[in-house]
């Protein structure tokens, strides 16, 4: 993750020149006018889904207007201004995707709307209710509605950030994520090739701006969710947010704490240092979280975890020895659908990867070490194969596909200025490989005049923040830190690996979340909530049974939100950022 964070560090200051070439000579909007006209008349392509619904078919409205779509849901696109300081200017459409509350609108048990926010920045919540609302839905409870929306500049919403002219454009740039995904201690000159990468990048997000990017940030699009509420004919808003949108929704609640109702941040930034674009305390966890694999795979045991050693030492000892074969010589993988090299980059990666969704990958990533003993490189591979690049007959097919610059604009506009040269990013680096050994693994510039805190707030209601004892990037002292700006608000606590509480599965958590949405009750300050079973299965007989009788004691509602929270644990994608 420090990887992405020092590529996007050099991003965002080693490029900011580039905007003040194009733009000094004209209004923010001149471009936008002359080459896109009016956003809401931009959206051209289709989505193909099972009813191959098409997004161009809803004309953004200021009213908000729900369209059926994808089968069992509704969508809808949602007119704002892209400048709230010039309302008549220019506007911006926001997607939106719910799944309706089980019971009726009319109904005195009908609550209102949650919104959610997955993460990245740049990440969809369209998608993440298209693959996992009904999930969503059945922990907060059937009186709600769950809307996932792309915040502006992402996916589906307009305008969309991008920098190249085409998919093609994009993937020959970046070489596919063999380059953009280098470790930053691979070589001797990783660092210093990100750096220069980032300098062609700047320009071509300058040079391809249309007036809009300087639009594109956290300040704007906790004031499309408050358009959003009052579009629901509401005024406070019900929100949960992860990981970055613990970010965005720390900064409504602090632009708006008269409009919050129920809001619920999971995996939580430190919002200061995010806005301060330094990112420095981030990874005070991840060794922590690296080791629960370490020590989870001895206490497994050699039937449980295939990388199995009889003590944690021995296990770094290999890994050590692994990464040093692959230093030396990647191995070459092909598999029926795609190729590409196994290298000391692609480890590391797939290991911090795992660290966010233990339960998913902890016995996966077991088995691809032992693999790789053997010089046998395919199981980590395929640990996040995709099939390799196709140009598209269509040009609408990837229309509203999410792209990484779209996370660079978000990071980069929040952020405040920073020194542009290499050796300011050579001392970032350096600062944080003190906190954690992952330190390998973390844009044009605009005026300043976003919101960036202070994060101080008397809310109309309590907030609820959520952290993990071993979350590899949004450590709880992160949330302990947020929580004292926000009058009345309350931590609670989920002692698991992993990033945000539903990486690990936690009746407990989940019931205190939903309980808190239902009538605003919140736990007891220092609530710490279990996890039912380990990444690991339980290596002994007498573990599993002792685990299965649990679970057959619970209620029927409490295995029904199990099932759910278990299957989120297995599949929902949090990373911060997006990139990782």
């Not at 709600?144 to 969309?160: K, L, N, Q, W, Y």
């Not at 539903?502 to 009746?507: A, F, L, Q, R, W």
Request: with cysteine.
């Amino acid at each position: 993750m420090v990887g992405t964070l020092t590529r996007v560090f050099a991003l965002c200051f080693s490029l900011s020149v580039a905007i003040w070439v194009f733009l000094s000579e004209a209004s923010p909007y001149a471009k936008l006018r002359e080459n896109r006209g009016p956003y809401e008349s931009s959206f051209t392509g289709t989505i193909v889904g099972a009813d191959e619904f098409s997004w161009a078919k809803i004309v953004p409205t200021e009213e908000l207007i729900w369209t059926e779509c994808y089968s069992n849901n509704q969508c809808a696109r949602l007119k704002v201004p892209l400048d709230y300081l010039h309302p008549e200017d220019a506007s911006a459409a926001i997607a939106m995707v719910r799944v309706h509350s089980r019971v009726p609108h009319d109904s005195p048990n009908y609550r209102g709307p949650i919104l959610i926010n997955p993460g990245g920045p740049g990440g969809s919540g369209v998608d993440t209710v298209l693959d996992r609302g009904e999930l969503l839905s059945t922990i907060v409870g059937p009186e709600f509605d769950v809307i996932g929306f792309d915040p502006r500049g992402i996916a589906r919403s307009v305008p969309r950030v991008s920098s190249f002219e085409s998919r093609a454009e994009r993937e020959l740039w970046s070489g596919g994520r063999d380059v953009t995904s280098l470790s930053m201690n691979a070589s001797a000159d990783a660092l210093a090739r990100a750096w220069a990468r980032a300098i062609v990048g700047g320009q071509l997000a300058g040079e391809r701006d249309d007036g809009s990017l300087r639009f594109i940030n956290t300040d704007h699009t906790a004031r499309d969710m408050l358009r959003i509420v009052q579009a629901h004919s509401m005024e406070k808003i019900h929100y949960w947010g992860f990981s970055y949108g613990s970010v965005l929704g720390a900064t409504f609640a602090s632009m708006f704490p008269e409009n919050v109702g129920r809001l619920v941040i999971d995996g939580v930034v430190d919002s200061e240092n995010y806005f301060a674009t330094e990112w420095s305390n981030n990874l005070l966890d991840a060794d922590k979280a690296w080791m629960s694999f370490v020590h989870g795979c001895v206490a497994a045991g050699p039937e449980k975890c295939a990388f199995f050693s009889p003590t944690a030492a021995e296990i770094l000892e290999k890994v050590d020895k692994i990464y040093a074969s692959l230093r030396a010589r990647p191995i070459p993988v092909r598999t029926n659908g795609s190729y590409g090299l196994v290298d000391y980059s692609l480890l590391r990666r797939k290991i911090f990867k795992s660290l966010y969704s233990p339960y998913a990958q902890f016995p996966t990533l077991a088995q691809a070490f032992a693999d790789l003993e053997a010089g046998n490189g395919t199981t980590l591979f395929k640990m996040s194969e995709a099939p390799p690049f196709q140009c598209a007959c269509d040009p609408s097919e990837h229309e509203f596909d999410s792209v990484e610059e779209a996370e660079h604009a978000v990071l980069c506009n929040d952020g405040k200025r920073i020194p542009r040269d290499y050796e300011a990013v050579l001392a970032h680096y350096q600062n944080m490989s003190k906190t954690s050994q992952w330190a390998d693994m973390a844009w044009p510039e605009f005026p300043k005049t976003n919101f960036q805190g202070p994060f101080v707030a008397n809310t109309s209601h309590p907030i609820l923040l959520v952290g993990n004892t071993a979350d590899p990037v949004t450590p709880l002292s992160a949330a302990k830190k947020m929580s004292q700006g926000f009058a009345g608000s309350v931590v609670l606590t989920q002692d698991s690996v992993g990033h945000c509480s539903i990486s690990g599965p936690s009746i407990c958590t989940q019931k205190y979340i939903r309980q808190y949405f239902i009538n605003g009750t919140l736990p007891k300050p220092d609530t710490v909530c279990p996890v039912i079973s380990t990444p690991f299965p339980a290596s002994h007989d007498v573990d599993s049974a002792s685990e299965a009788q649990a679970v057959l004691s619970l209620s029927a509602e409490d295995r029904t939100l199990l099932e759910a929270v278990r299957e989120l644990a297995m599949t929902f994608d949090t990373r911060f950022p997006a990139g990782v």
